[in-house]
């Protein structure tokens, strides 16, 4: 478990600033033999309070799923699926 205080939470935030967000980061990278390679994570946030272009609290999510083979040093092939839910 790995706490963020706010002063670090400018590469999570999805706004410019970290201000008015709250919300969850689950990420893994499990290496499934020498050539595959499997990276994932799940991103889940909320603005609880108003804003000027929002009347209501905004809830909103992302994941992210990466398939990475390499055959050799020199050649990599990846399949990745991203998927972003912002209301």
Do not use: C
Not at 5 to 32: D, H, K, M
């Amino acid at each position: 478990l790995v706490i963020i205080s706010e002063s670090q939470a400018n590469v999570f935030a999805e706004s410019s600033r970290p201000a008015n967000e709250s919300g969850i980061y689950i990420g893994v990278e499990a290496t499934l033999s020498k050539k595959l390679r499997l990276t994932a994570y799940y991103d889940q946030y909320k603005f609880p309070w108003l804003s000027f272009l929002n009347d209501a609290p905004t809830p909103g999510s992302e994941y992210l799923g990466q398939l990475t083979l390499k055959p050799s040093r020199s050649t990599e092939f990846y399949v990745r699926y991203r998927h972003k839910l912002k209301a």
